[in-house]
């Protein structure tokens, strides 16, 4: 069975500039989450969708990201403009359904913003 | 907010040794998880607990759900090379609402 799939692993980017990251979850799995690790902590949740629609956004800096799974299917998670702060890991995650917190990570987009 | 303490911070262990590290919540949780992670890699879950007092191992670890259902503890029997990485505790009140994690125990065996 495929993994979660993301890309890019990493991208470099000046402030200001936008990037944007996809995610392809587990086949199947109605669940997917973007999460942001800054190195030293825990993931962060940013936004969580069951199927097409958003669960779960309050953590999201709205003002400069955006996430979409239009399909229900993959997702991709924009930054516009890029700040200095949001250098991290962001990870997708996907589970079956919201019920559970069994949660199955990609390996993650590194961003780094100079 | 909830927060959740988990400690150690760091671990420096000979290989060969037992390790503890534990989670501890400010309120009452009824799911907690444990996720490793590997450099470059994202989190693997390595068990999930769903009664308090309920007790799961996963070869030479075992995670114990606390019976107060403000903590839970992780441990590893005869610790590995391939132990080494962070170790998660995640933990929720309920399926309605998102899980929260702790900052993590870096586990090191000391050469």
């Known amino acids: 069975e495929a993994g979660v799939a993301q890309s890019p692993r990493y991208k470099i980017i000046e402030k200001r500039q936008s990037v944007a990251f996809w995610c392809n979850p587990i086949?199947?799995?109605?669940?997917l989450y973007w999460y942001q690790q800054i190195l030293g902590q825990g993931p962060k949740l940013l936004i969580q969708?069951?199927?097409?629609?958003?669960?779960?956004d309050s953590q999201l800096p709205k003002d400069r990201f955006s996430a979409e799974r239009l399909k229900g299917v993959d997702s991709t998670l924009k930054i516009q403009p890029a700040k200095l702060e949001d250098s991290a890991v962001y990870l997708c995650?996907?589970?079956?359904?919201?019920?559970?917190?069994?949660?199955?990570f990609g390996e993650g987009s590194r961003l780094t913003v100079l | 907010g909830q927060q959740l303490n988990q400690s150690p911070q760091s671990m420096f262990i000979q290989e060969g040794e037992d390790v503890s590290m534990n989670c501890t919540s400010s309120?009452?949780?009824?799911?907690w998880l444990w996720y490793k992670q590997d450099p470059g890699e994202g989190p693997v879950l390595l068990i999930a607990?769903?009664?308090a007092g309920e007790l799961t191992s996963n070869g030479r670890l075992t995670a114990q759900f606390g019976i107060t259902r403000k903590d839970s503890f992780l441990n590893i029997s005869a610790s590995i090379p391939s132990d080494v990485g962070i170790y998660f505790c995640?933990?929720?009140?309920?399926?309605?609402?998102?899980?929260?994690w702790g900052a993590g125990t870096k586990l090191i065996i000391k050469p």
């Open positions: 995650a996907s589970s079956l359904d919201r019920s559970t917190g069994e949660l199955f």
């Open positions: 086949s199947g799995h109605a669940t």
């Open positions: 969708f069951q199927n097409n629609g958003v669960v779960d």
């Open positions: 309120s009452i949780f009824n799911t």
């Open positions: 607990l769903y009664k």
């Open positions: 995640a933990g929720r009140p309920g399926s309605n609402y998102q899980l929260i």
